[in-house]
């Protein structure tokens, strides 16, 4: 009798915790990110090379929030993704909601103030080898569901991140500091992208606070 009480009691405050965690920030982010193992393999792997020119750039020729899924762009699957309480209407734009941005720890309640950070900016990737890409192929970067290349955060961080890489600007978030690391390498691993010098060798320092 004892026994079974212990292990219904048990189950119980399993399922508090669960329930817990799922409602807790950041409970539907991206995709997590890969081990810190495999992370620095990949950035071992990615080519150190000088950033290339601005010359040509433009958002316009990097597609973005195209059809997803029904309604749906990639923005309205971010912010659904991404939020906790999520409830949109037939267009599927958030009629209510709340978004934690894990880079400034914000708490933002309208979809208008949140942005949808391309983790790798679309100038940075750019300067890193996208110039030479199709348009399709910089569409379906600027798209990128698969990875943690998009991700809701506060206009103010994203603001403030800019085109950056991270020898120029970190999350002021620091314990976020090994996923961010670990987001930035898996996608410029995945697409190819080279670094330069100063980037690599601060998301060798981000690897550290892992």
């Known amino acids: 009798m004892r026994s079974r009480l212990l292990r219904t009691l048990f189950a119980v405050l399993v399922a508090v915790g669960v329930a817990a965690a ?3 920030p950041a409970a539907a982010y ?3 990110p890969p081990s810190v193992a495999e992370s620095r393999a990949q950035l071992d ?10 010359d040509g750039y433009s958002r316009e020729l990097f597609p973005h929030w195209l059809g997803q899924e029904g309604n749906c762009n990639t923005r309205e699957v971010v912010l659904r993704r991404d939020g906790s309480g999520v409830q949109t209407g ?5 009629d209510s909601g709340s978004w934690y ?3 400034d720890r914000d708490w933002l309640s309208d979809p208008s103030d949140v942005h949808i950070d391309h983790m790798v900016p679309l100038a940075e990737a750019w300067r890193s080898g996208a110039d030479s890409w199709s348009q399709q192929r910089r569409a379906d970067f600027a798209n990128d569901l698969s990875r943690g290349q998009l991700i809701a955060v506060s206009g103010s961080s ?10 120029e600007w970190r999350p002021e978030n620091t314990n976020w500091w090994c996923y961010y690391g670990r987001h930035w390498i898996d ?9 330069d010098a100063a980037e690599k060798s601060a998301l060798d320092r981000m690897l550290d606070t892992c």
Not at 45 to 54: E, K, L, N, Q, R
Not at 90 to 94: F, G, H, L, R, S
Not at 187 to 195: N, R
Request: proline share 12%; glycine share 6%; with cysteine.
């Open 45 to 54: 792997a990615i080519t150190v090379a000088a950033p290339g020119s601005d």
């Open 101 to 103: 941005s894990v880079y």
């Open 90 to 94: 037939a267009d599927c734009y958030p």
């Open 30 to 32: 991206p995709p997590d």
């Open 158 to 167: 994203n603001m403030s991140k800019s085109d950056q890489d991270p020898a």
């Open 187 to 195: 996608v410029k691993h995945d697409w190819g992208l080279t670094a």
């Open 22 to 24: 799922v409602t807790g």
